[in-house]
C-alpha cells in the first residue's frame, strides 16, 4: 500500500518562497502520476500542479511561473517550490498519488498562510 508523507508548509510572507515535499513509500511502480492540489474553505480541491511520469507537468493558470512541480532522483518523491508567494495562495495543499490501477490517494494536508 503506498503511503503519503508531506513536509513544508508554514507560514510565510508575501513575495517568500516554500518548498514542500511528498514521500511515497510503498508500492513506487504502482504510481502514474504524483501532484498536488490545493482547498480553501468552501471551495472545492483543485488542481495545483501534477507530474506524471513521461510526461510534462501541469499546472493551474494562476500559479503559471511561480511554482514548479518535479520529482526526486528515485521517483518516490515529489515537490513543490512556491516563489513570490501571494495571499490567495492560502489554503490546505495535498499531495496527490495516481496509481495505475486508478486509485487515488492522498496526503493529510499541509496548511500554507501567505500574509503580512
Known amino acids: 500500500q503506498v503511503q503519503l508523507v508531506e513536509s513544508g508548509g508554514g507560514l510565510v510572507q508575501p513575495g517568500g518562497s516554500l518548498r514542500l515535499s511528498c514521500a511515497a513509500s510503498g508500492s513506487i511502480f504502482s504510481i502514474y502520476a504524483m501532484g498536488w492540489y490545493r482547498q480553501v474553505p468552501r471551495q472545492q480541491r483543485e488542481l495545483v500542479a501534477a507530474?506524471?511520469?513521461?510526461?510534462?507537468?501541469n499546472y493551474a493558470d494562476s500559479v503559471k511561473g511561480r511554482f514548479t512541480i518535479s520529482r526526486g532522483n528515485a521517483k518516490n518523491m515529489v515537490y513543490l517550490q512556491m516563489n513570490r508567494l501571494k495571499p490567495e495562495d492560502t489554503a490546505v495543499y495535498y499531495c496527490?498519488?495516481?496509481?495505475?490501477?486508478?486509485?487515488?490517494?492522498w496526503g493529510q494536508g499541509t496548511q500554507v498562510t501567505v500574509s503580512s
Open positions: 496527490n498519488v495516481d496509481l495505475t490501477d486508478h486509485r487515488r490517494l
Open positions: 507530474f506524471t511520469s513521461g510526461g510534462s507537468p
